[in-house]
């Protein structure tokens, strides 16, 4: 086994699958691994979304500036890339809906999001209730923005099509394989693996989802902040109601500070439909079972007491909204009624099978505050990619790009070849695209 490397990527997740895609391209001769604990890449949050293609348009231009820009970008992207693999992507759209005045008021600043982010005028559209009714006779609302722009796919089919891909180009992945450890030897990455043998590396991207800031920490980075675990379920709707709608519907969220969203209508690439997701705090990254989250309640919530998340925890404001997530959580019919507001057809007692949860990590800062943007932090030896969360797996392709161009420009992790082809992109030309 190759013991020796010049940079190991931690996390399979669509992220760290992205950034060993093109760097298969860019650096033929360097040896580099992607290491996962699961038995395949994308088993955890990459795997457990929505499955939308999201437009820009939830995302304010000034604080999630390069989400947004990743999110614009990259759904040309894998629209590209599921033509050239001929994997599912149904350009589908997706309506926003308000109840009142006050959601109307929001759903006009989601439309100049939108367009500050890039969507055209025919790709977003403000319709009032009567107009969207001859479209959609079954949604009751106050207004809705109509966005064209969004679709629908699979992330963890793309994300082993790219694994498949950076493997063709020399890329080794260790799968089953867990990063229980890392030193800095004699300048070099010592890396310990389940615990029981060690590699080791010139170079980490630290691409861990859920665990990244455990990583990041573990080499004396990001000390300041510390994550709060969500837990998103879904139920699965009838094939009664899979005709509903013709598209995928979200509601104006109701506490818009945090980031998270309240459960929508879902119609996912294959055609069926699902209620969710809603955000219920766990205590762990794969807090999917009530066992592990037992496992971790005292070490998380000493971390959370001991840090900026004990402020969060005592805020009122996020403590009605955990209530109501636990309540949606326990209760099939609050969840459900949360969605019936807006589709008054579904009956709760025909919705009897949950969907797969996906757990989202969020990040506070010392101050008690979430942090709305991706944090980007490095050392001469290391690049941690923290808060990545939605709509990561829409820019996953262009926001790798950017990781890569970044540890480029400040000298630690050299390209060998700064132009080249990568797949059906060129990656001087997404880098223009991100920067500009
Ligand atoms: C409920 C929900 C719905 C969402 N819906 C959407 C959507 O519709 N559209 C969208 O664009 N985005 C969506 N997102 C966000 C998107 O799924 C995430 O931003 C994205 O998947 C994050 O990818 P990642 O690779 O960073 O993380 P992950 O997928 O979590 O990957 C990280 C990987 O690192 C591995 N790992 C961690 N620690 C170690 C270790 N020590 N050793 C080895 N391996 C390790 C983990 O096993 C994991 O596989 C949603 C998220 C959630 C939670």
């Known amino acids: 086994m190759v013991r020796n490397f010049d940079l190991v990527i931690i996390g399979g997740g669509i992220l760290g699958t992205s950034i060993s895609y093109f760097l298969s391209y860019l650096n033929k001769s360097k040896k580099i691994a992607v290491i996962e604990q699961a038995h395949n890449v994308a088993f955890h949050t990459s795997g457990r979304n929505t499955g939308k293609v999201h437009a820009p348009y939830l995302y304010n231009p000034e604080k999630k500036k390069m989400f947004a820009k990743a999110a614009f970008h990259g759904y040309d992207m894998w629209k590209k890339y599921s033509e050239l693999k001929n994997l599912p992507f149904k350009e589908d759209g997706v309506i926003e809906v308000s109840q009142d005045k006050q959601g109307t008021k929001v759903l006009e600043k989601y439309l100049k999001w939108g367009k500050q982010n890039g969507l055209k005028d025919e790709e ?23 966005i064209y722009r969004d679709a629908s796919t699979d992330y963890a089919i793309f994300t082993k099509s790219l694994m498949k891909d950076s493997k063709q180009n020399g890329i080794k ?12 030897k004699n300048g070099k990455w010592k890396i310990t693996l389940n615990h029981d043998h060690e590699i080791f590396s010139n170079f980490i991207i630290n691409a861990a989802g859920g665990e990244s800031i455990d990583i990041a920490h573990s080499v004396n980075v990001a000390k300041n902040f510390t994550d709060v675990h969500f837990r998103g379920e879904y139920w699965k709707a009838p094939k009664e109601y899979y005709n509903l709608t013709k598209t995928s519907v979200y509601s104006v969220p109701e506490f818009p500070d945090y980031p998270f969203l309240d459960p929508h209508w879902i119609i996912r690439v294959d055609g069926t439909c699902e209620i969710g997701p809603n955000a219920v705090p766990v205590f762990s990254p ?20 001991g840090s900026g998340a004990r402020k969060a925890i ?4 996020f403590q009605e909204l955990t209530m109501k997530e636990i309540r949606s959580s326990l209760s099939k019919s609050a969840m459900v009624d949360r969605v019936k507001s807006f589709l008054p057809k579904i009956d709760a007692d025909k919705i009897t099978e949950k969907g797969t949860a996906g757990i989202r990590s969020s990040v506070i800062d010392e101050h008690g505050k979430f942090v709305p943007d991706v944090i980007l932090m490095d050392d001469p030896m290391s690049f941690h990619i923290i808060n990545y969360n939605s709509p990561g797996a829409t820019g996953a392709l262009p926001f790798s790009v950017y990781v890569i161009n970044r ?28 920067s500009t």
């Open 124 to 146: 977003i559209k403000l319709l009032t209730k009567s107009e969207l009714k001859k479209i959609e006779p079954e949604i009751e609302c106050s207004d809705a923005l109509c």
């Open 173 to 184: 992945f260790l799968l089953d394989t867990k990063v229980t450890g890392i030193k800095n």
């Open 286 to 305: 794969y807090g999917y079972k009530r066992s592990e989250n037992l496992k971790e309640f005292i070490p998380k919530m000493l971390e959370m007491l």
């Open 314 to 317: 005592f805020d009122k404001q």
């Open 407 to 434: 540890l480029n420009e400040k000298g630690f992790f050299r390209n060998e070849n700064a132009d080249s082809q990568c797949g059906p992109w060129k990656f001087s030309e997404i880098v223009e695209k991100i």
